[in-house]
């Protein structure tokens, strides 16, 4: 696995994230995904993907930063800070959040396996 493979699929995340693009978010978010939001919930594929089919949340703008990847094998762990305006149930979100997404290879598809978002000051 390359890292400019990661790059690739972290933009095609982002921009299915942004403009809530239930095919692809299907297809990149592993089944059995755990992401713990920075409220600590931990939600899973269906959760996450039901937020976007609903229109709970609505992205206006994201802008992803200090981008850092591992690769470890047929797995890939992602850091990276991520500018974020929108709405969540009516409710403004907007801030600077560090995520890590974790990345595994099936046959030829990547799928992000587990994720985790802080919130910085």
């Known amino acids: ?4 493979v990661i790059v690739t699929a972290e ?4 921009t299915a994230v942004k403009n809530a ?7 990149i978010l592993h089944d059995d995904l755990l992401f713990n939001l ?4 931990t939600i899973t594929k269906e959760f996450d993907l039901n937020t976007y089919r ?3 949340m609505k992205i206006d703008s994201l802008e992803a930063s200090d981008q850092i990847i591992n690769i470890i094998g047929d797995t890939a762990v992602v850091a990276v800070t991520i500018s974020l305006k929108g709405a969540y149930a009516g409710t403004p979100v907007n801030g ?6 974790v ?4 046959e030829n598809n990547l799928k992000v396996i587990a994720g985790s978002c802080t919130q910085l000051a």
């Open 54 to 56: 609903s229109g709970i």
């Open 1 to 4: 696995m390359k890292e400019d």
């Open 96 to 101: 600077v959040f560090k995520y890590i997404r």
């Open 38 to 41: 920075p409220d600590g919930q």
């Open 103 to 106: 990345w595994k290879k099936f």
């Open 21 to 27: 693009d239930i095919d692809v978010l299907e297809k």
């Open 11 to 14: 933009i095609e995340l982002l």
